[in-house]
């Protein structure tokens, strides 16, 4: 079974400052893929970025970066340059990449970007 | 292509009643889920679908839920009869075969409200 924690029930930071979002999992997959959505208040699901756990390399996506540590099994997102449009929920999720794959969601981080 | 589309955007109705919620995945995705989005209990996984076949139902809650992918193209969430507790935003999704590695792209939701 997967399992996503994210430990942040809300977050706060000033326009133009770089914020950090947690993510832990866990799984006893081998290949899996780890994914960052983006919920603003109209209610859609955005996706931001996506990283495979055989990227030796972090995901970068313009202002969005993800934090890979595979070790410690987590999955950070960094925002850099945050603006007022940033202030959403932030879900992070995982999928199994081999079989029948679903994506499991952790219960999301509420960022608020002020002024 | 246009995305998923969902349909209605919003549903309001009386206990007892019952609920039909409708959803276009994006031509060509092989995989088809149905997820549900309340405060409480975040994103749960009710059902996804495989080549329009149902793969995994252990989210769906009870038997007054229902789901069918009647074909590629069309996809259906019936809960008969409806409850105060089911009102929540239902979210359909679907995503490329074999995608284990790609993300799955969201309808706008359905927000249920049963009075």
């Known amino acids: 079974a997967q399992k996503i924690t994210q430990t942040q029930p809300g977050m706060f930071v000033q326009e133009k400052e770089a914020v950090t979002l947690d993510c832990t999992y866990d799984t006893s997959d081998q290949s899996y893929g780890l994914f960052w959505y983006k919920q603003p208040s109209s209610g859609e699901m955005i996706f931001l970025i996506y990283q495979g756990s055989y990227d030796e390399q972090n995901a970068t996506e313009g202002r969005y970066s993800l934090n890979f540590q595979k070790a410690r099994k987590s999955a950070n997102l960094v925002i850099s340059a945050s603006q007022l449009g940033d202030s959403a929920m932030y879900f992070c999720a995982m999928r199994s990449i081999s079989g029948y794959s679903t994506l499991t969601f952790g219960k999301g981080t509420m960022l608020l970007v002020s002024p | 292509d246009a995305g998923v589309i969902q349909s209605p955007r919003h549903e309001v109705t009386e206990m007892g009643q019952e609920v039909t919620l409708r959803c276009k995945p994006i031509s060509g995705h092989d995989y088809l889920f149905w997820y549900r989005q309340t405060m409480m209990r975040g994103l749960e996984l009710l059902i996804y679908?495989?080549?329009?076949?149902?793969?995994?139902d252990s989210g769906m809650p009870e038997d007054r839920f229902s789901a069918k992918m009647p074909n590629a193209s069309f996809s259906t969430l019936k809960i008969q009869p409806s409850e105060p507790r089911d009102s929540a935003v239902y979210f359909c999704a679907s995503s490329l075969r074999q995608a284990g590695d790609t993300e799955a792209f969201f309808g706008q939701g359905t927000r249920l409200t049963v009075v």
């Open positions: 679908f495989n080549n329009n076949v149902p793969i995994d």
